[in-house]
């Protein structure tokens, strides 16, 4: 192991790439009212740089000894993205720091370039996750396949955004579920900052009340896990680069669809999407979370995980699958949703984009569960208010509603998911701030 590091590490100072210091985010100043000019872009050149392969030793539930590890990468200077338990953390560490990373205790290997989980002893499925995304991106695969997608036209987005907090009492006075008091809020997921424990939910079904069609590929789980992944890596390259503080890291579980725990009896995307509680609460009582409805089921799983993982906020995806030849929406003709604060919802294939597609759509999902609103028409409000009365923020505005920029929206994700939007890692000032980030 430790001379696979030294070869590593000559290697990659040979190929000495400019430091993170010298990062910079291109302000960009199209026209528009001067209440939204201040969007950011990152340039493409920048996506990416530096990601490291960090192995660890395995720190399994001891959240200290991860924080330590996190925060040895912090000291010198990098930054760990996505922690994929038990022993895999990628991030952004230039080659350079590779030495002194490679000193520090529980670290034992790191590397810019791909490696096969046998060269670096990596067994555990969720590591293994975590390693296949950063060989993806590594190997300049990922890069590629967004090429291969640039330019596809894709139908403008038709979402169902929900908030459940309208209905139901604040969270800190449901029963057994008390914040932690890092919140700021009364609202979970009110600030995208800090650690964030995320539970990647594949659904499975099992024949016992629909026909049993459609069966998880070790192929595709595979891309759903490097599209999640790729969707978290774009929000932390901005936070990291803006310095939010708390520092943004995700710690990923994926949940299998060959686990039992994943499995019950309906066929999804042959279902109504609004219904998916058919799908979750079974999912749900599994995980041994079965009292009430679903809203009280996914919220008391997100709390417990986040919980358990020592993590300031946290919230599941739920993905279905309908490979290519199934329906490309659910019966009622929704796909990709959210609930503010709560879950995402995806389709392994998302209505007429393209599977390559999944990760920006994924991206803009995200955005809501942390409190942001849409910006397409007719999405947002015609008076450019928020995009919800009950929440963390009701006062914000949001100014780069469509409605609302006589000379067009500034570019951001949460207005379109345009190839620009997504390479150039676009987000207004507004949405930012509906996130609870400062600037
Ligand atoms: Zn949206």
Not at 122 to 137: E, Q, S, T
Not at 245 to 266: C, D, R
């Amino acid at each position: 192991m430790k001379k696979l590091f030294c070869i590593a590490a000559v290697v990659y100072a040979l190929l000495a790439q400019p430091l993170l210091s010298e990062s910079r985010i291109d302000r960009v100043n199209p026209a528009g009212l001067a209440s939204v000019q201040d969007d950011l872009t990152l340039n493409p050149s920048e996506s990416f740089r530096d990601i490291a392969l960090i192995v660890t030793e395995n720190f399994e539930t001891d959240n200290t000894k991860r924080d330590l590890l996190l925060n040895a990468v912090d000291s010198i200077g990098g930054h760990v993205y996505l922690v994929y338990p038990p022993n895999v953390m990628v991030g952004r560490v230039p080659s350079a720091l590779h030495g002194q990373l490679g000193r520090t205790l529980g670290i034992k290997f790191v590397t810019n370039a791909p490696i096969s989980a046998r060269e670096v002893d990596v067994r555990n499925p969720n590591a293994l996750d975590g390693l296949h995304f950063f060989n993806w991106v590594a190997s300049g695969e990922k890069i590629r396949e967004d090429e291969s997608v640039k330019g596809i036209p894709f139908p403008p987005l038709k979402e169902f955004v929900g908030n459940a907090w309208e209905q139901t009492k604040p969270f800190s006075s449901l029963p057994g579920l008390k914040l932690v008091p890092m919140h700021h809020t009364a609202f979970p997921n009110d600030v995208m900052d800090g650690l964030v424990k995320v539970d990647v939910m594949y659904v499975e079904s099992n024949g016992s009340i629909d026909a049993n069609q459609y069966t998880w590929t070790v192929t595709d789980h595979n891309r759903v896990a490097n599209w999640t992944s790729a969707g978290f890596y774009w929000w932390v390259e901005i936070a990291n680069l803006l310095g939010i503080q708390p520092a943004l890291t995700y710690i990923m579980h994926f949940n299998a669809g060959s686990a039992w725990q994943q499995q019950q009896g309906y066929e999804p995307i042959t279902r109504n999407g609004l219904d998916d509680f058919l799908w979750m609460n079974p999912i749900l009582a599994n995980h041994g979370f079965a009292t009430g409805d679903k809203f009280q089921r996914v919220r008391a799983f997100n709390q417990n995980r986040r919980i358990a993982a020592g993590a300031k906020n946290g919230f599941s995806a739920w993905v279905v699958y309908n490979p290519p030849g199934a329906p490309a929406t659910h019966s009622d003709g929704w796909y990709a949703f959210a609930w503010y604060g709560d879950y995402v919802k995806m389709n392994f294939q998302n209505n007429g984009y393209a599977l390559e597609q999944y990760p920006r759509i994924f991206a803009h999902e995200m955005g809501h569960v942390f409190w942001a609103c849409d910006e397409y028409a007719p999405q947002c409000a015609t008076n450019c208010s928020n995009c919800y009365t009950v929440g963390p923020r009701p006062a914000s505005m949001n100014w780069n509603c469509e409605y609302c920029t006589p000379g067009g929206p500034t570019s951001c994700l949460m207005h379109s998911l345009t190839d620009y939007n997504w390479i150039n890692h676009s987000t207004c000032e507004h949405t930012r701030r509906q996130m609870g980030w400062p600037y």
